[in-house]
């Protein structure tokens, strides 16, 4: 089925040796129904002729910015107001940096400065100028801006290095420009608006300079929520234990190792959030003393004095215009019954009561099955992996809060 019919893609190709692979490209979006106008810089001619990017896309070819047979035909603006998507592929080291620096230098360039339409790129490059930081700071900024960068893949390259920055097969680039047009189409982002702040991790209590009480907390689970409310457009914010874990892209991370650590900055972001999400496994206790040098061993047994550490969700709770506020709870047994009795003390809106016994959920698994509880209603979430299970509680949470107002 053409399920690109009626959609106008203009088809940036830039210099470099996939150029050959955007022939395949043309002409599988021309068969799924797009109208292809292919724009080619300078070095791109040099890889493949604009005349097979004619032939295949069923348009002329534009190549100039200031060439006044193409303006009088369809001028550089006329050409940006007409697309519904600016793919360019490849994209090229060079020509990212100069997309992101807003340079007007040549027709393609000029056209993603003038252009409505959303912009994708697929880079192609050599796996070192892929990975260099300039290259990498570029690509940050392009996903900030909203444009999409997809790829690149990773692999054999054609100057015999391996590594990542191979451009994506025509397959895959049909397929996520299918997935970006579908986007597109669909409702709003549901968190669209509002700031959502969440706690992951295990935290670590010191005893003396080289021990600590902590636990098996991965992180997933934090980490995979603070994605899915990027996704429904939230901002997105973690405040992280001590984790072996990347950061989302475009999610703010804060770094605590401590429960006070972690409740103080809880406490500094919760004010201006929205929805507060506590994941982190923090440590009720802490050693009442951290010795300055490392303890010796000496009798046989030893007596460690622990005190209690802040409740970070339910001081958060307990804010006069509190947020939409979501505790775990983490249990060995009786799970429904003690996280009910969470739900009320800490004054949460929502708990997810999280099995801990099993290994292939829970603690360090990359999947979870759990329970979202609310005063009126249980609902299970059937075993998944922590990101399809971070989108359906994130799902719950944006349908709660446009049923409750905050406060
Ligand atoms: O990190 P992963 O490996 O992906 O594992 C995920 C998880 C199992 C840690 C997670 O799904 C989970 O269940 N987190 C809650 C862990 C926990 O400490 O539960 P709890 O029942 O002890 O605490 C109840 C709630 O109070 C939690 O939201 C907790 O973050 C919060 N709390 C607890 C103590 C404290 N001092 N401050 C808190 O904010």
């Given at each position: 089925m053409a399920q690109l019919s009626h959609k106008k893609i203009i088809l940036g190709i830039t210099g470099g040796?996939?150029?050959?692979?955007s022939a395949e490209l043309t002409r599988r979006l021309k068969e799924q129904g797009a109208d292809v106008r292919v724009v080619m810089t300078d070095g791109a001619k040099e890889f493949i002729t604009p005349l097979t990017f004619q032939a295949l896309s069923g348009n002329p070819v534009s190549d100039s910015l200031l060439d006044r047979d193409a303006e009088a035909a369809m001028g550089h603006i006329e050409l940006a107001r007409w697309a519904d998507l600016v793919l360019i592929a490849p994209a090229s080291a060079d020509f990212l940096a100069r997309l992101t620096h807003g340079f007007a230098n040549d027709l393609l360039s000029t056209l993603c400065l003038a252009t409505n339409a959303p912009i994708a790129a697929a880079p192609a490059m050599n796996q070192q100028m892929w990975r260099n930081p300039a290259t990498q700071e570029n690509a940050l900024t392009l996903k900030q801006r909203?444009?999409?960068?997809l790829g690149p893949g990773s692999g054999e390259q054609a100057c015999g290095e391996t590594g990542p920055g191979r451009m994506l097969e025509p397959s895959e680039l049909v397929t996520a420009v299918l997935r970006l047009f579908s986007k597109a189409a669909a409702?709003?982002?549901?968190?669209?608006g509002k700031k959502v702040v969440i706690t992951a991790g295990p935290t670590r209590e010191a005893l003396d300079p080289i021990r600590y009480i902590s636990n098996h907390s991965s992180g997933k689970m934090g980490f995979a929520l603070a994605k899915a409310a990027l996704a429904a457009g939230a901002e997105s914010v973690l405040i992280a234990g001590p984790v072996h874990l990347s950061t989302p892209e475009g999610v703010k991370r804060i770094n605590t190792n401590t429960a006070q650590e972690m409740h103080t900055a809880s406490l500094d972001m919760a004010g201006s959030a929205d929805i507060f999400i506590a994941t982190a496994a923090v440590a009720d206790y802490r050693p009442e003393t951290v010795a300055e040098q490392k303890i010796k061993k000496s009798a046989d047994t030893m007596t460690i004095q622990l005190t209690r550490n802040p409740d970070i969700v339910a001081a958060v709770a307990s804010l006069?215009?509190?947020?939409?506020t979501v505790g775990f709870a983490a249990e060995t047994n009786d799970l429904i019954s003690y996280a009910q009795g969470k739900l009320k003390n800490k004054n949460l809106d929502l708990i997810i009561a999280n099995?801990?016994?099993?290994?292939?959920?829970?603690?360090?698994?990359?999947q979870n099955a759990v329970t979202v509880i609310s005063a009126e209603k249980h609902q299970s979430l059937e075993r998944a992996s922590k990101e399809a299970i971070a989108e359906q509680i994130i799902n719950i949470i944006a349908s709660a809060i446009s049923e409750a107002p905050k406060g």
């Open positions: 040796i996939a150029a050959y692979k909203r444009i999409h960068l409702p709003a982002e549901k968190l669209s006069p215009d509190k947020p939409f099995d801990v016994t099993r290994s292939d959920i829970g603690f360090n698994s990359d």
